[in-house]
């Protein structure tokens, strides 16, 4: 049972929202580190206990402006020196799951 019961029979809630949110799927913030954030151009990308699959990287608009794929390593250099500066979506494909971060180009 996720609840547990306090000598007053009352359900400890802060108990089961922990128990919730360390899910096994749940895409913590530490499983990927992007640095520098924001950055010129280039970053560096580092996954924990997974590998990178698949990076693309699109614009505010939702547009495509980057794509690699098959890389399969848990450390990777992001490129994008000469990009317009602004907020872009990275979208990391592991091989247990996906990560979705925000990154800065400034």
């Known amino acids: 049972s996720l609840q547990n019961t306090t000598p007053d ?8 929202s922990n128990t919730f949110i360390t899910a096994e799927n ?3 913030r530490d499983d990927v580190t992007i640095y520098p954030n924001p950055s010129s151009g280039v970053f560096s990308i580092e996954i924990k206990d997974d590998a990178i699959i698949d990076i693309s ?4 608009l939702g547009e ?5 794929e098959n ?3 848990s450390k990777y250099i992001l490129n994008l020196t ?8 990275i979208a990391i494909q592991g091989i247990h799951k996906q990560y979705k971060k925000k990154i800065i180009i400034n």
């Open 9 to 16: 029979n009352t359900t400890d809630v802060e108990e089961q």
């Open 26 to 28: 749940f895409d913590s």
């Open 57 to 60: 990287v699109t614009n505010s």
């Open 64 to 68: 495509y402006v980057y794509v690699d």
């Open 71 to 73: 890389i399969e390593k």
């Open 82 to 89: 000469g990009y317009a500066k602004g907020v872009y979506y």
